[in-house]
């Protein structure tokens, strides 16, 4: 019975921001418990070399141009995916930015970006999925959110307010979808290096600090995400909504520097 309750086989799953980093690790993720892939990245051919690593682990992978802060190019890709599989199982929200100032020199326009990314476009392409899923009762959305959606953090205002409306956002479509049988849940990682922040991990005194704050001792691993993603992609989850899932280390106990040796 374990086995088939986190088995994708014969799901079709969307996967936004799958151009590298964290999304192609959900992905694969997904390929690797069975599920068929929609990729997506503004440039459709940063999609190949994911379509061909997905294609030889015997699953599909249907590389499908989008840019999450126009509402069109959304509508275009769901009915694409559509087009191709059928049906929309999953939906994980993964597409995101982020842009590090003191919130005294951020601009209108670096809001704007950081904010219709990360939070407008999620709930746009979770409510063009949703269309679909509704008339067959069944879904799976997966917000991916960030330990910025319960912490907050200087220099990251506009990046912890999409993320944190992210969480809020994940309650209100759950009570609002539950009905049709659709969950919806945030998945929120702690500190991973990524390609948006690796400037920061070559720093380190950051590091140690960011180590020492972490009760695991370690930033997350990209793999670190896989079994969480698969549990909310899954039948497993059937009964988890409205949830915020935070795979941390344990950063969000309290955040509390060990004391110096003397």
């Avoid at 086989?9 to 936004?16: D, E, L, N």
């Avoid at 151009?19 to 892939?37: E, H, I, K, P, V």
């Avoid at 319960?150 to 209100?172: D, E, I, N």
Wanted: some cysteine.
């Amino acid at each position: 019975m374990g086995n088939t309750l986190f088995d994708l086989t014969g799901r079709v799953a969307i996967v936004t921001g799958t151009s590298r980093g964290l999304g192609q690790y959900m992905g694969r993720a997904l390929a690797n418990a069975g599920a068929d892939l929609v990729t997506t990245s503004r440039n459709v051919e940063t999609l190949r070399d994911f379509q061909c690593e997905i294609e030889k682990l015997g699953r599909q992978a249907f590389p499908v141009e989008l840019d999450v802060r126009d509402y069109d190019s959304i509508q275009r890709m769901v009915d694409r995916a559509i087009g191709h599989y059928g049906r929309i199982d999953i939906l994980v929200n993964n597409a995101g930015c982020n842009v590090r100032k003191p919130s005294v020199d951020i601009t209108w326009d670096d809001w704007n970006l950081v904010v219709d990314t990360n939070l407008r476009g999620t709930f746009f392409v979770s409510q063009a999925v949703a269309r679909h899923m509704i008339p067959r009762g069944y879904g799976r959305i997966v917000n991916i959110g960030s330990v910025t959606s319960v912490f907050g953090y200087a220099g990251l205002a506009p990046y912890g307010a999409s993320r944190g409306g992210t969480r809020q956002l994940t309650m209100s479509l759950a009570d609002d979808w539950g009905k049709h049988g659709i969950t919806v849940n945030c998945l929120a990682p702690g500190w991973f290096k990524t390609a948006q922040n690796a400037v920061m991990y070559e720093n380190k005194e950051w590091v140690d600090y960011l180590v020492d704050r972490i009760p695991l001792k370690r930033p997350g691993q990209p793999n670190d995400l896989d079994g969480a993603v698969v549990f909310l992609a899954s039948d497993a989850s059937q009964y988890v909504t409205g949830q915020t899932l935070l795979v941390d280390g344990g950063i969000s106990t309290g955040s509390t520097r060990a004391l110096p040796k003397k």
